[in-house]
C-alpha cells in the first residue's frame, strides 16, 4: 500500500488491497466518474480508509471506538486527504443510525463479522448501505488458519477444539469470538442478495513464515508477497488462510 507499511504490514494487506484497489477502479470505470463514495465499517484508524482516500475517493468510516475515529484524524491529516475521509462513531448493528442506507457505492466490512451477534444480519446491513450495482468487501479471520497455527505451535487438543467448535473458538482463551470458512462467507454473501465476485485466501503463508528472514533476507519480503499473490486465489489455500476476502456483487455489476 505504500513504503511506509513495509515490511510486516504490506504482508497482511497486501492481497486485499490490491484486490480492492481493482475493484474501485472498475467501479469508477463503470460509473463514469473518478470519485466514488467508499463506506469503510469498523475502519478504525484508517488502514484502508486513507489509502483509498488517496486514490481520489470519498470515505466515510463507521466505528464504535473514539479513540481510532481520533487516529484516524490525525492520519488522514498528515496524508493529506482530511476533506475526503469522515469518521463516525457507530457500530454495524445500528448502521442507519449514523449513515444513509443505499448511499455508497462500495462498502468495507474488515474484521468485523468476528465479533457482531449475528453476522448474517450484518452482512445485510452493510449489502443495504449499497447503491444498485454495488460493492462489497468483506474480510473475515478463516477458520482452517487458526486450526493450522495452534496446530503448528503444538496445542494439539487446541486445534482439534477449534476444528470442532461451531464458532471456530480452540479454547476459553481465544481472543477471536468466531471463524469462518470459504463456504460460510460465500453464503453469508450471497444470502444478502449479492453474488460471489471472488474469493482470496489472505496470510496464507507470512504468519508461519519467521520474521527474522522477512526482514534480513535480501528479497525475501517481495518474494514472499508474490507467492501470497498466487496462492491467494487458489481454492486449495483458502481452507489454510488466517483470514478470507470475499468480493461481493450486487447483480447487474458486471461492471465492478
Known amino acids: 500500500m505504500s513504503d511506509t507499511l513495509r515490511p510486516r504490514a504490506a504482508l497482511r494487506t497486501a492481497v486485499?488491497?490490491?484486490?480492492?484497489?481493482?475493484a474501485l477502479e472498475r467501479r469508477a470505470k463503470a460509473m463514469g466518474r473518478p470519485a466514488l463514495d467508499v463506506l469503510d465499517t469498523g475502519g478504525g484508524s484508517g488502514n484502508f480508509a486513507v489509502p483509498v482516500a488517496r486514490l481520489g475517493h470519498r470515505v466515510t468510516v463507521v466505528d464504535p471506538s473514539p479513540n481510532a475515529l481520533f487516529a484516524l484524524e490525525r492520519r488522514a491529516a498528515e496524508a493529506d486527504v482530511a476533506d475526503r475521509v469522515r469518521g463516525v462513531q457507530g457500530d454495524a448493528h445500528g448502521l442507519f443510525d449514523v449513515?444513509?442506507?443505499?448511499?455508497?457505492?462500495?462498502?468495507?466490512?474488515?474484521g468485523v463479522l468476528e465479533y457482531v451477534e449475528d453476522p448474517a444480519e450484518g452482512v445485510r446491513n452493510t449489502v443495504?448501505?449499497?447503491?444498485?450495482e454495488g460493492v462489497l468487501s468483506?474480510?473475515?479471520?478463516?477458520?482452517?488458519?487458526?486450526?493450522?497455527s495452534r496446530a503448528l505451535a503444538g496445542h494439539f487438543k487446541e486445534a482439534r477444539q477449534a476444528?470442532?467448535?461451531?464458532?471456530?473458538?480452540?479454547?476459553?482463551g481465544d481472543p477471536v469470538p468466531r471463524r469462518f470458512t470459504a463456504d460460510q462467507l460465500s453464503g453469508l454473501v450471497e444470502g444478502a442478495g449479492l453474488r460471489v465476485g471472488a474469493v482470496h485466501g489472505v496470510r496464507v503463508?507470512?504468519?508461519?513464515?519467521?520474521?527474522?528472514?522477512?526482514?534480513?533476507?535480501?528479497?525475501?519480503l517481495d518474494a514472499l508477497l508474490k507467492l501470497e499473490a498466487a496462492a491467494a486465489e487458489l481454492a486449495a489455500f483458502h481452507s489454510v488462510a488466517t483470514q478470507l476476502h470475499v468480493l461481493g456483487e450486487a447483480p447487474g455489476a458486471e461492471g465492478a
Open 16 to 22: 486485499v488491497w490490491e484486490v480492492l484497489q481493482d
Open 99 to 110: 449513515v444513509e442506507r443505499g448511499g455508497y457505492d462500495v462498502v468495507l466490512c474488515h
Open 128 to 132: 443495504a448501505a449499497l447503491r444498485p
Open 138 to 148: 468483506l474480510l473475515a479471520a478463516g477458520l482452517g488458519g487458526a486450526v493450522f
Open 163 to 172: 476444528l470442532d467448535d461451531p464458532n471456530g473458538r480452540w479454547g476459553a
Open 205 to 220: 503463508f507470512a504468519d508461519f513464515v519467521p520474521g527474522g528472514l522477512v526482514d534480513t533476507e535480501p528479497g525475501a
